[in-house]
T-cell receptor, first 116, second 114 residues
Framework: AQTVTQSQPEMSVQEAETVTLSCTYD???????LFWYKQPPSRQMILVIR??????QNATENRFSVNFQKAAKSFSLKISDSQLGDAAMYFC?????????????FGTGTRLQVTL | EPEVTQTPSHQVTQMGQEVILRCVPI?????FYWYRQILGQKVEFLVS????????KSEIFDDQFSVERPDGSNFTLKIRSTKLEDSAMYFC????????????FGPGTRLLVL
């Protein structure tokens, strides 16, 4: 079974600074997808960014980018120019590429605080 | 932009009562999911559903749970006899089902069992 590990329960960053959230995963599959979801205090799950394992190029979405290291099974999220609205719980998630309707397996989350 | 909706946003029930949580997935999506998040814990998969059948279910999804797509738009999760430990946030998600789909989540239903 796949597992996702987020080793940082909490992180803090100053506004306008850059922060990196860590995620590692364990799988024997070669075809899979990785996601970062943001959960603000409203508790809604909002997709931040996704990465296809077969792509070597790291995904980027505005101020959010990932560092995907397939051999190391690492998938970190970098938030540049942090804003107060980035404060939230961030979950890393894994999805198998085998078949359709594959479930998401989530990590335990990292709570990000953004300070002035 | 289309989105997944869920009702109710909050539900308080007595232990042993039945609850039905409702979801309206994005209209052109074919795959539907339920996840739950106990307060302070990670999000856990419950069940996936496609073509009016369960595709996969977790060990959490025991006989007290059932899912249904009663019409062309709604997707429901029924908990037959609620327990205290069922108190959680329940998220519905939907996806197109293509390879590498992104699952889009609803805002969740906060269930409290007393």
């Amino acid at each position: 079974a796949q597992t996702v590990t987020q080793s940082q329960p909490e992180m803090s960053v100053q506004e306008a600074e850059t922060v990196t959230l860590s995620c590692t995963y364990d799988t024997s599959e070669s075809d899979y997808y990785l996601f970062w979801y943001k959960q603000p205090p409203s508790r809604q799950m909002i997709l931040v960014i996704r990465q296809e394992a077969y792509k070597q190029q790291n995904a980027t979405e505005n101020r959010f980018s990932v560092n995907f290291q397939k051999a190391a099974k690492s998938f970190s999220l970098k938030i540049s120019d942090s804003q107060l609205g980035d404060a939230a719980m961030y979950f890393c998630a894994y999805r198998s590429g085998a078949g359709t309707a594959s479930k998401l397996t989530f990590g335990t989350g990292t709570r990000l605080q953004v300070t002035l | 932009e289309p989105e997944v909706t869920q009702t109710p946003s909050h539900q308080v029930t007595q232990m042993g009562q039945e609850v039905i949580l409702r979801c309206v997935p994005i209209s052109n999506h074919l795959y539907f999911y339920w996840y739950r998040q106990i307060l302070g814990q990670k999000v856990e998969f419950l069940v996936s559903f496609y073509n009016n059948e369960i595709s996969e279910k977790s060990e959490i999804f025991d006989d007290q749970f059932s899912v249904e797509r009663p019409d062309g738009s709604n997707f429901t999760l029924k908990i037959r006899s609620t327990k205290l430990e069922d108190s959680a946030m329940y998220f519905c998600a939907s996806g197109r089902g293509d390879r590498g789909e992104t699952q889009y989540f609803g805002p969740g239903t906060r269930l409290l069992v007393l």
